[in-house]
């Protein structure tokens, strides 16, 4: 397979070098016929936009079309918290923050502080109940609802467990004891390029 010309500077992949967890190739070049690279995954889901516009921004809707995401029941909500405007439409750095830090090679605390984000949706810094309830309903589906008070039963009995302080909502700490007591944590949030 022959070298692709690069739409981005030594320098600019310097830089995604030294921000992201990815290596030069793993932002760029497409290494063997079942691993594209973090440009070449962004290019794909919209080719006629991205092609040679390298500061193209993607509508929420094209980037959920990546099989990750499409499949991921916080797909949305990861984009949102990834998007630089916050709507959920991401530029190729948005996408490549976000596949950095749900990489195999990003550090588990990383991925704990993104999660948290990701969970955290009134964005108040706390998990509170609502958040909880949203964060499970997220994870059954409309199909599998809990009724009303077997949701609020879910949801005291987390905060039992959890709730250090009993504050009625999780910090970032709290939430970060939990992870670090669940040894498949940082396996569950991996995508590959």
């Known amino acids: 397979m022959g070298q692709k010309s690069s739409q981005f500077s030594t320098e600019e992949l310097n830089d995604y070098q030294d ?44 980037v959920l079309k990546l099989p990750e995401l499409a499949a991921n029941p916080f797909g949305e909500r990861m984009c949102q918290v990834f998007s630089s405007s916050q709507d959920g439409d991401c530029t190729f750095e948005d996408f490549l923050d976000m596949m950095s830090v749900f990489s195999t090679m990003a550090p588990a605390d990383v991925k704990a502080e993104h999660v948290f984000r990701i969970f955290d949706f009134d964005g108040d810094d706390m998990l509170g109940v609502g958040d909880i309830k949203k964060v499970i309903q997220c994870l059954i589906g409309e199909q599998n609802a809990f009724n009303d008070n077997d949701l609020k039963r879910l949801v005291q009995k987390i905060f039992e467990e959890v709730d250090f302080d009993d504050d009625g909502a999780l910090s970032f700490s709290e939430f970060e004891h939990v992870t670090d007591m669940c040894p498949d944590f940082v396996k569950m949030f991996n995508i590959k390029l």
């Open 19 to 62: 921000l992201t967890y990815f290596t030069k190739k793993e932002v760029l070049m497409c290494m063997c016929n079942t691993m594209f690279s973090a440009h070449e995954k962004f290019k794909s889901l919209a080719p006629e936009k991205v092609g040679h516009n390298k500061n193209a921004k993607l509508a929420l809707n094209k």
